[in-house]
């Protein structure tokens, strides 16, 4: 059993924001860093798994679906309908961190003080692609929850890139939100878990420079439209919740 977490999130191979983040003196000093997955589809690939693996064994990596992708890429398997710049960080992947990315787990059980057993995962524990919002409707939950057992009461997870905490018929369910793609504010966001409390937490940093530091390290030929795009977070929350709705099952009838 652990005493703290810090938990971060979609990273999405953005050093500047992640380096920003591991900076905080309460991350420095937590028990374990868990980060739930989209760790390297970006402008950054190499340099934030190489960051990762500074960590050691403070770090728990959880597979998102996004790491799932890049190592089929890699592979030359689905590039089909692949996002540019996936495609392109996929082939910077040297023969290890394509082992890494394909060899994470999902999910990830702790059991951390105050807490008891902690879930983590990306989309939702059973399918790391799945989406649930803030908003989703309980008899969504009820589907989505229906093989954990009953002694975990905790579900951390990521996916859609906005942070929020709520209950679901007694669970606690917390997004971590993003490191390197937030949507509707900006900044580094990550989590703490302590003491029997959840902290959402927000990082800022200069926007500009981190921009500027992703354009000048990364070889993306589109590096600077997509880096001023994500870092300056000009998708809006509202936008992201509208176009994710449909996937949670909602009507809207």
């Given at each position: 059993?652990?005493?703290?977490?810090?938990?971060?999130?979609?990273?999405?191979?953005?050093?500047?924001?992640?380096?920003?983040?591991?900076?905080?003196?309460?991350?420095?000093?937590?028990?374990?860093?868990?980060?739930?997955?989209?760790?390297?589809?970006?402008?950054?690939?190499?340099?934030?798994?190489?960051?990762?693996?500074?960590?050691?064994?403070?770090?728990?990596?959880?597979?998102?679906?996004?790491?799932?992708?890049?190592?089929?890429?890699?592979?030359?398997?689905?590039?089909?309908?692949?996002?540019?710049?996936?495609?392109?960080?996929?082939?910077?992947?040297?023969?290890?961190?394509?082992?890494?990315?394909?060899?994470?787990?999902?999910?990830?059980?702790?059991?951390?003080?105050?807490?008891?057993?902690?879930?983590?995962?990306?989309?939702?524990?059973?399918?790391?692609?799945?989406?649930?919002?803030?908003?989703?409707?309980?008899?969504?939950?009820?589907?989505?929850?229906?093989?954990?057992?009953?002694?975990?009461?905790?579900?951390?997870?990521?996916?859609?890139?906005?942070?929020?905490?709520?209950?679901?018929?007694?669970?606690?369910?917390?997004?971590?939100?993003?490191?390197?793609?937030?949507?509707?504010?900006?900044?580094?966001?990550?989590?703490?878990?302590?003491?029997?409390?959840?902290?959402?937490?927000?990082?800022?940093?200069?926007?500009?420079?981190?921009?500027?530091?992703?354009?000048?390290?990364?070889?993306?030929?589109?590096?600077?439209?997509?880096?001023?795009?994500?870092?300056?977070?000009?998708?809006?929350?509202?936008?992201?919740?509208?176009?994710?709705?449909?996937?949670?099952?909602?009507t809207t009838s």
């Open positions: 059993m652990v005493a703290s977490v810090a938990v971060l999130s979609d990273i999405h191979g953005v050093l500047p924001a992640l380096e920003a983040v591991l900076a905080e003196p309460e991350v420095m000093a937590a028990d374990r860093i868990v980060v739930t997955g989209d760790h390297a589809a970006g402008p950054q690939p190499v340099e934030v798994l190489d960051r990762l693996r500074e960590l050691g064994d403070r770090a728990v990596l959880v597979r998102g679906n996004a790491d799932r992708d890049l190592v089929a890429f890699a592979r030359g398997e689905g590039v089909e309908d692949a996002w540019e710049i996936d495609l392109w960080a996929a082939r910077q992947l040297r023969d290890e961190d394509v082992k890494l990315l394909a060899d994470l787990p999902h999910p990830v059980t702790m059991e951390v003080e105050g807490f008891g057993k902690v879930v983590f995962c990306h989309g939702t524990p059973r399918d790391d692609n799945e989406v649930v919002l803030v908003d989703t409707r309980l008899e969504r939950w009820a589907e989505v929850f229906a093989d954990l057992p009953d002694d975990v009461r905790t579900v951390v997870c990521g996916h859609t890139h906005m942070p929020y905490l709520r209950l679901v018929d007694e669970r606690l369910v917390v997004n971590a939100g993003s490191i390197g793609m937030p949507y509707g504010r900006t900044g580094g966001h990550w989590l703490l878990l302590r003491d029997g409390q959840v902290q959402i937490r927000r990082t800022p940093f200069d926007l500009g420079d981190a921009v500027e530091s992703v354009v000048r390290r990364s070889g993306y030929h589109d590096c600077r439209s997509w880096a001023e795009h994500y870092i300056h977070a000009v998708t809006t929350d509202a936008e992201a919740v509208t176009a994710f709705g449909p996937r949670d099952g909602r």
